[in-house]
């Protein structure tokens, strides 16, 4: 019965954190940077998304991972610790947040903090190849 009551009370507390993700979206401007989360940290989709976004988009590239040694290890093999162009924060952070709820582009493999649904000036991509069209 604990168990279930727990079960239950955690289902609530994502439902609720989901929408005010969603909530605070609509609420703030965009700013110009892209967020990318993928889990676990070295997934593909993810991976890449943070290698060709640094490349070509000239904005800030946030990363949100589980593990932060390992995404920094990965930038470091890429080239791309140290250039100030991918910012590697932890998933369960504020500044991770933050992060997402006022990007111009979010980009997600796993959903996001809830998962919300998009909404408009934000552009929401989902990258896992179990998804919907890209």
Do not use: C
């Amino acid at each position: 019965m604990a168990t279930e009551l727990r079960g239950t009370m955690r289902w609530r507390l994502r439902i609720l954190l989901r929408d005010a993700v969603r909530l605070v979206m609509r609420l703030t401007p965009s700013r110009p940077y892209v967020v990318v989360s993928g889990m676990p940290t070295t997934e593909g989709n993810a991976t890449e998304m943070v290698r060709a976004t640094a490349r070509r988009y000239a904005g800030r590239v946030y990363w949100l991972v589980a593990d932060v040694p390992v995404a920094q290890r990965l930038l470091l093999a890429d080239r791309l610790a140290g250039s100030g162009r991918v910012h590697v924060l932890a998933h369960r952070s504020l500044s991770a947040v933050l992060r997402v709820v006022t990007a111009e582009v979010l980009m997600f493999t796993h959903g996001v903090f809830g998962n919300p649904a998009p909404v408009k000036r934000k552009t929401m991509v989902n990258l896992w190849h179990g998804g919907a069209f890209k």
